[in-house]
């Protein structure tokens, strides 16, 4: 377990570090420079540590078999003030952070494939297990922690996306609910819910055969 730890809080505090800095660099081009300013368009990890989502969360869940692995890092802030169009714009950022986890996922299924292939052709560039295992959890952290994000429950980025479909009225009584956003996320995972919003996930995987 100490094992799977060591691996997969590294790949973990990766991945939330470009899914943040994904909202950072989208809000950028969309005419908002606040990430950029505060210094948090960047890979290094301290600026966006949080002692709990980042490191804390992740190891309960392992070590508590929860059978799945996510966390956050510390949000990139956003002006939304900035955006030309609010609602579309706001949308796109979160979308942004759920999307580079997925381009992670792809990538690290892609090189998984291309090394296995590579050796099944007598070619010595093979995988080493440590660096198997390394792509394999890239894989799965980066598929959980893009579908997990998607969730539209405030402050989760799927809420961003939601919001933009909603008639105006609808979409400010709906922001309104982020100020309770971690006990209602908190209590979703308490009540099992977060076990029914990845069984899609899993059913894909399954599926195709990755899973």
Known sequence: MLADAIIIVPVL????????????????????????RAGRLTLNPLPHIDPFMTILLPLMLILSHSGVVFGGARPVPINPLYFK???????????????????????SLLLI?????LGASGNPATLTG???????????????????????????????????FLPPPLAARYARMER?????????IFVGGISLWMKPLFWMLNTLGIY
Do not use: C, Q
Request: proline share 5%; aromatic share 16%; net charge neutral.
């Open 180 to 188: 309770y956003g971690l006990f209602l996320l908190f209590a979703f």
């Open 13 to 36: 505090l990766f991945s939330v570090i470009v899914h943040e800095n994904a909202h950072g660099y989208v809000a950028l081009l969309l005419g908002d420079p606040t990430a950029a």
């Open 85 to 107: 169009k609010f609602r579309r714009d706001s949308a796109l950022v979160g979308l942004a952070g759920p999307a580079s986890n997925a381009a992670l996922a792809v990538a």
């Open 113 to 117: 494939y291309t090394f296995d292939a």
């Open 130 to 164: 440590a660096v198997y295992r390394v792509l394999s959890y890239s894989f799965m952290i980066n598929l959980v922690l893009g579908w997990f994000n998607l969730l539209p429950l405030p402050p989760l980025d799927g809420s961003r996306v939601l919001a933009y």
